[in-house]
């Protein structure tokens, strides 16, 4: 029974692993992304806007 036992936890382990990758490698939503995007758009606009004013 105690050989059984000992089978049983790489077993588990599995499907501990499986399930993890699986909720891990789903699909999320990105409605973040296109506000980020023209945030940092912005950011870049701002950045060139200052260094082609420093006057060198």
């Known amino acids: 029974m105690a050989a059984l036992m000992w089978?049983?936890?790489?077993?588990v382990a599995a499907v501990g692993a499986g399930l993890w990758g699986s909720w891990a490698?789903?699909?999320?939503?990105?409605?973040g992304d296109?506000?980020?995007?023209?945030?940092?758009?912005r950011f870049r606009e701002a950045m060139d806007r200052s260094h082609s004013h420093s006057g060198t």
């Not at 089978?7 to 077993?11: R, W, Y």
């Not at 296109?34 to 758009?41: A, L, N, R």
């Open 34 to 41: 296109v506000s980020e995007i023209g945030g940092y758009t």
């Open 7 to 11: 089978l049983l936890i790489p077993v």
């Open 25 to 31: 490698g789903r699909n999320r939503k990105k409605a």
